[in-house]
């Protein structure tokens, strides 16, 4: 097992235990976790659970999304800013050819 698929396991580990905690199944937890998709992301669910602890299965698919929606912000605004790079770097130098 690499370091990475290590680092996932434990933050699924630690979420899932935090939802049983709770009261919610772990089959939810499973399904949550490989929705958020990075250790980052579960550990960030995992903050929620530990400080909102909330009771109803709807508030932590709500907070799922919210943070899957934050994520796929973020990617956009970092695609939007290498491509706004790459344009200015084209402003700047040209297409790199030269008129005789």
Same mark, same amino acid.
């Given at each position: 097992m690499t370091?990475?698929?290590m680092?996932?396991l434990?933050?699924?580990? *630690?979420m899932?235990?935090e %939802? !049983?905690? @709770? /009261?919610?199944?772990? +089959?939810l937890?499973?399904l949550? +976790?490989?929705? @958020? /998709?990075?250790? +980052? +992301?579960?550990r960030? %669910?995992t903050?929620?659970l530990?400080?909102? !602890?909330?009771?109803?299965?709807? @508030?932590?698919v709500?907070? %799922?999304l919210a943070?899957?929606?934050?994520?796929?912000?973020?990617? !956009?605004k !970092?695609?939007?800013e290498?491509a706004?790079a790459?344009?200015?770097?084209?402003l700047?130098y040209g @297409? /790199?050819?030269e *008129?005789?």
């Amino acid at each position: 097992m690499t370091e990475q698929q290590m680092e996932w396991l434990q933050a699924k580990t *630690e979420m899932i235990q935090e %939802m !049983k905690q @709770l /009261g919610h199944q772990e +089959a939810l937890g499973e399904l949550i +976790a490989r929705q @958020l /998709g990075s250790p +980052a +992301a579960i550990r960030r %669910m995992t903050a929620y659970l530990r400080n909102v !602890k909330p009771r109803n299965p709807e @508030l932590v698919v709500d907070e %799922m999304l919210a943070i899957c929606s934050e994520i796929e912000a973020w990617k !956009k605004k !970092k695609e939007s800013e290498a491509a706004n790079a790459a344009y200015n770097e084209l402003l700047r130098y040209g @297409l /790199g050819e030269e *008129e005789d």
